[in-house]
């Protein structure tokens, strides 16, 4: 396997160096932010958001590299082409159309000769219509009770975003809906929500593309074996989101209603498709659901069309790959400043991590430089709480931190030493990035914080539908910028598949044993041996 350097580019080799020049103390940040005009000139705004990167390591110079870098890799045409249809997996040999899902324009796009909006435009229809008829008690369960409860089965990319806009939008949510995620198959998830759903007035929503997965299906078994157990005609409460054709796709295996999805969108990207559109049609109603693509297409088309140096995914992008590459920060934290967000961290965990954790490019060479980092994070103030000593003066990571001009609940204007509750968040969010940019020397060295710890602030009006989608999509934009200036393949995830194939044969064991209790696993390592006869004592 041959391996591909990147520092056989002219620019990444002066952005090495240029690096090297900003380690030195001249340029440490708190000098860097004594410039007056520093935030009008490392900070963008666009879609109704605003995208501060003052407080990063860079400066005019280093900015100037990143945008060559960006010409070079030609990130636009790049991104032009996937959003255009072109066969951007290559290893799947198939599109990556998940901007599609949130296209309103009359223009078709085509894959194979095929336009697919129509597709697409009968799938939202659809889901329109199916919430309608449940917010008017037309669709009801088996008993005729109507459905107070939607719970969605599925995991990873069936699950993680919708939970995300699902929180974020839940100050909003006003059809009698209570919305519940069983994606994990410890039976202790499953249990919990048992206890607490009426069964006769809960719908199930089982959404995966192959309805193979196993932990999905054995959630979902184990969902209809409880529904027959109280009486009740499994077909009178499930909804299957999945690829035409499959097995949730069979007449024979009736339910409510099926709503397709199109390979050519990945689940880690497929919220604004069905995966998403289902579940928080009902729960929110579907017109704030068209409003939350909406957002999501503003920011898709700021992403295609404005220019590298205005362009707040892509500017992003190239802060991440300076911070991972350049300077050496394995990791980057998310801290929104909002309560409602605190579920973006775990969905932008897996869309960054699975789409850009690889060791190859997209044609098969071995990079020699790391791609991905390690996502996490919390909200703000909790994060300041728990994590926020290793921040200071610990290891050093970089933040996005992420504010919110306008509180949903203007109502509560209490003030606790001069301020509102509102007002003592953005205090907090204006003095931490400040504080680790800048430091504090201590003659007492426990006390002393060396600053130069970069971040970046993303500021929203409100926490509007149209917001969440903006915020979503510039997301998913950066990650995409970022697999293109590493040349992976974003869209792709082999890495999840080997831990699935020593499961299945370990299942195989499991279910021998339950069939025959003389089993003694001897077609197993010593270690595993240990762990299934700690399952199965008395072997």
């Known amino acids: 396997m041959n391996t591909v350097k990147q520092s056989e580019s002219p620019v990444w080799n002066r952005l090495i160096q240029r690096a090297d020049i900003m380690d030195s103390p001249e340029k440490h940040l708190k000098h860097l932010l004594k410039d007056n005009d520093r935030i009008e000139k490392f900070s963008l705004k666009a879609v109704d958001i605003f995208y501060d990167f003052s407080r990063q390591r860079v400066d005019e110079k280093t900015m100037d590299l990143l945008f060559e870098l960006a010409e070079f890799k030609n990130l636009k045409q790049r991104f032009l082409e996937m959003v255009g249809g072109e066969k951007v997996n290559v290893t799947e040999n198939r599109p990556a159309l998940h901007t599609a899902a949130r296209n309103f324009s009359d223009d078709p796009v085509f894959v194979n000769g095929r336009d697919v909006m129509p597709e697409i435009i009968k799938v939202r229809n659809d889901i329109k219509k199916f919430a309608l008829h449940v917010h008017k008690e037309k669709i009801t369960g088996s008993t005729g009770m109507p459905f107070r409860h939607v719970v969605v089965i599925g995991i990873g990319g069936s699950y993680l975003g919708t939970e995300f806009v699902a929180n974020a939008l839940d100050f909003l949510a006003d059809k009698k809906i209570e919305i519940m995620f069983l994606s994990n198959v410890d039976i202790h998830n499953f249990g919990k929500i048992a206890s607490i759903i009426d069964?006769?007035?809960?719908?199930?929503?089982?959404?995966?593309?192959?309805?193979?997965?196993?932990?999905?299906?054995?959630?979902?078994?184990?969902?209809?074996?409880?529904?027959?157990?109280?009486?009740?005609?499994p077909a009178k409460h499930f909804v299957t989101v999945t690829s035409k054709g499959s097995p949730g796709d069979d007449p024979d295996n009736p339910v409510l209603s099926s709503f397709h999805m199109f390979d050519f969108i990945g689940g880690r990207y497929s919220v604004t498709s069905a995966v998403g559109g289902v579940p928080l049609s009902l729960y929110l109603g579907y017109k704030r659901f068209e409003r939350f693509l909406k957002g999501a297409e503003e920011m898709d088309l700021h992403a295609q069309n404005a220019r590298e140096n205005e362009n707040i995914p892509l500017v992003a992008a190239l802060i991440s790959v300076w911070n991972n590459n350049f300077l050496g920060y394995p990791a980057q934290a998310i801290i929104p400043y909002a309560s409602p967000l605190s579920k973006l961290a775990a969905h932008i965990q897996q869309l960054s991590m699975e789409s850009n954790g690889k060791s190859v490019t997209k044609d098969g060479n071995r990079l020699d430089e790391p791609t991905g980092g390690i996502i996490f994070g919390e909200p703000g103030t909790n994060a300041q709480h728990s994590f926020f000593q290793l921040a200071h003066q610990g290891r050093p990571f970089p933040i996005d931190f992420i504010g919110v001009i306008h509180p949903h609940y203007k109502q509560y204007q209490n003030q606790s030493k001069g301020v509102t509750n509102h007002q003592e968040l953005w205090s907090n969010l204006i003095a931490q990035p400040t504080a680790l940019a800048q430091g504090k020397e201590d003659a007492n060295p426990a006390k002393s914080f060396s600053g130069n710890r970069p971040s970046s602030t993303i500021l929203l009006k409100d926490l509007s539908p149209e917001n969440i989608g903006r915020l979503l999509a510039l997301y998913e934009a950066k990650t995409v910028f970022e697999a293109f200036i590493w040349d992976i393949n974003p869209f792709d995830q082999f890495g999840v598949e080997l831990g699935k194939i020593l499961a299945t044969d370990i299942r195989k064991e499991m279910a021998m044993k339950n069939q025959d209790k003389s089993n003694t696993f001897e077609n197993v390592d010593p270690i595993t041996k240990f762990y299934l006869n700690t399952l199965f004592p008395g072997n």
């Open 199 to 233: 069964v006769e007035r809960t719908l199930w929503i089982v959404i995966s593309k192959s309805y193979t997965t196993a932990e999905t299906m054995a959630n979902a078994n184990q969902v209809r074996s409880f529904i027959l157990e109280k009486g009740l005609d």
